[in-house]
Structures are given as structure tokens and as C-alpha cells.
């Protein structure tokens, strides 16, 4: 279950939309970067410049099995 927000806290796991497409990732700012990474570790972690497309379209809330 994800809440629609624009916005994140270091450590969320979110909905981001990075050059158009869709990934939940758990979210951190470091050194003036957003990283985005992913539980799986069969995916590398995604460090974010200012010059790449992203859009946080919300936060995990709940999970519902």
C-alpha cells in the first residue's frame, strides 16, 4: 500500500519514477545526491544527479499478503 507524496525521509521505501519508469526503492540523500536502493541485491544501488529525471510518487505504508 503506498501513500501519494512528493517527498521522502531517509531510510522509506518508495515509489520513484526515474526517466519515466517505475521502481520501488528504499531512499537516502547522501552527499547532496538521492541513492535509491533496491532489497534485492541482485540490483545495483542507483545514485541520482540533478540532471536525471525522478519523481517520488509515494511512500510504502503497508504491505497486504
Avoid: K
Avoid at 517527498?7 to 520501488?24: E, F, I, T
Avoid at 532489497?39 to 509515494?58: C, K, M, R, W
Amino acid at each position: 500500500v503506498a501513500r501519494e507524496q512528493e517527498h521522502a525521509d531517509n531510510g522509506a521505501v518508495v515509489v520513484v519514477m526515474v526517466a519515466g519508469r517505475p521502481a520501488l526503492r528504499r531512499y537516502s540523500r547522501q552527499n547532496g545526491h538521492i541513492v535509491l536502493r533496491a532489497e534485492n541485491p541482485a540490483f545495483e544501488e542507483t545514485l541520482i544527479t540533478s540532471d536525471q529525471d525522478v519523481l517520488i510518487a509515494g511512500r510504502i505504508v503497508g504491505i497486504v499478503q
